[in-house]
């Protein structure tokens, strides 16, 4: 049973505090003033970006990142899981530069973080950032979805504030790509957002988290891993016309020569484990399917460990899943100290999944969704984008062979592959 989620109602949104996960009500009137953030917070009602203060007199006091979800090629993504949350900027098509926007919003993140690789009295200066994230598909509600800091314990400083290239009709332009930690806090009281306003983040009121990132850049990070491990079809497909077009368009690429996909779902696979070491494919089996094995590096440059991996490759249509049959093929083939990868453009049948996460296999699954999230963060937000890098990286003039080194995994061939 759901449980219902926290419902702010329009009339008391000026006093109220910011509860996680609570939902804040739109008003009805039909104008902007249903905004609910305006009445929450003194931010104005427009844009991705709203704020308190004055950007050219560097005197932003509070920041409200605001997501509808809604924007595939710009896909702002809060990972409950680690606690991280990736945020595009506002130059978002071509015709301006990177800092020309009209809302500043990226002038406020080139700040923002460049205050918080310095010392406390920089960060001092950071104006603390507050998500939210629309409510649904009708309607002006919002969720509160946490404070967030510029940054994480886990990227480097040259990482977490990322100029990214991206071209829309033949004309390219930069956009921001920046990664920031949800704090673990509950609540934002709304005597903090007062002390905010009065130029006081520091004061009484303030979370324990905030202060001790303030003070030392210590994330103490808000992490919530899933109860539920069991992703439904719903799941693992996109949800956007333009993210199963993506698939689509992979799917019609290898048409025909399904093993060559292999080589494709290595490369998707390395863009997601950027330390794969080398991919070996294996002869072909009796089913005409063939298997890669490689290593995965961990540990520090100078002395990493090798965990030794076996991935295979199913390129699906949308209305074909891998069932119990290609689950237990590469569990199979999971050695001790082992773990699998399985890639597909399609999605996994719920009993294989289950089956799969209830006896505890370590195998990562890599679904139609996955596939797109993967290859838009690397810059391929379009099927136009994806198809010219397929014939860049896969052209149809090449076919794998076993024993390539580099790339490789196993896909069976199917004589009815459906059509997407």
Not at 54 to 70: A, I, M
């Amino acid at each position: 049973m759901t449980t219902p989620r926290q419902l702010i109602p329009f009339g008391a949104l000026a006093q109220a505090d910011l509860v996680l996960d609570a939902e804040y009500e739109g008003g009805t009137a039909g104008t902007t003033a249903d905004d609910p953030l305006q009445r929450l917070l003194p931010v104005g009602n427009q844009g991705g970006f709203r704020y308190k203060g004055s950007v050219t007199h560097g005197d932003v006091r509070l920041v409200v990142l605001y997501t509808s979800g809604e924007n595939p090629d710009w896909p702002d993504v809060l990972d409950e899981k680690t606690g991280l949350f990736t945020y595009y900027g506002d130059n978002r098509s071509p015709g301006g530069r990177l800092h020309e926007t009209p809302r500043s919003g990226n002038i406020i993140l080139r700040n923002a973080f460049a205050a918080t690789h310095g010392d406390h009295n920089s960060r001092r200066g950071v104006p603390p950032f507050l998500l939210f994230a629309k409510a649904g598909p009708k309607g002006r509600n919002v969720i509160f979805r946490g404070l967030l800091a510029p940054g994480a314990a886990t990227l480097a400083a040259d990482d977490d504030l990322q100029a990214i290239w991206r071209s829309t009709s033949g004309q390219r332009f930069q956009n921001y790509r920046a990664a920031f930690t949800v704090l673990n806090t509950p609540a934002v009281e709304r005597a903090w957002i007062e002390q905010i306003l009065a130029r006081q983040p520091l004061g009484d009121a303030c979370p324990p988290a905030w202060a001790e990132w303030v003070h030392g850049r210590a994330y103490d990070t808000l992490v919530a891993p899933a109860t539920k491990v069991i992703r439904s079809r719903v799941d693992q497909l996109p949800p956007h016309p333009g993210g199963k077009q993506i698939l689509a368009t992979i799917y019609q690429h290898f048409t025909g020569r399904w093993s060559d996909f292999e080589a494709c779902a290595v490369e998707i696979w390395r863009m997601l484990a950027p330390n794969t070491g080398i991919t070996t494919v294996t002869r072909a089996s009796r089913d005409y399917g063939r298997d890669a094995t490689g290593t995965y590096q961990l540990g520090p440059a100078t002395d990493r460990i090798p965990l030794d991996f076996v991935l295979e490759a199913k390129c699906y249509g949308p209305d074909n899943s891998v069932g119990v049959k290609e689950t237990s093929r590469l569990i199979s083939r999971i050695r001790h100290r082992m773990f699998g990868v399985l890639v597909t453009t399609s999605y996994v049948h719920e009993q294989a999944y289950s089956e799969v996460r209830e006896d505890q296999h370590p195998i990562v699954i890599i679904c139609g969704r996955d596939i797109v999230d993967i290859l838009r963060l690397k810059g391929y937000s379009t099927s136009v984008d994806v198809k010219a890098w397929l014939h860049s990286a896969f052209p149809l003039a090449d076919t794998a062979s076993a024993g390539h080194t580099g790339s490789g995994l196993s896909t069976q061939v199917h004589r009815d592959h459906p059509s997407p």
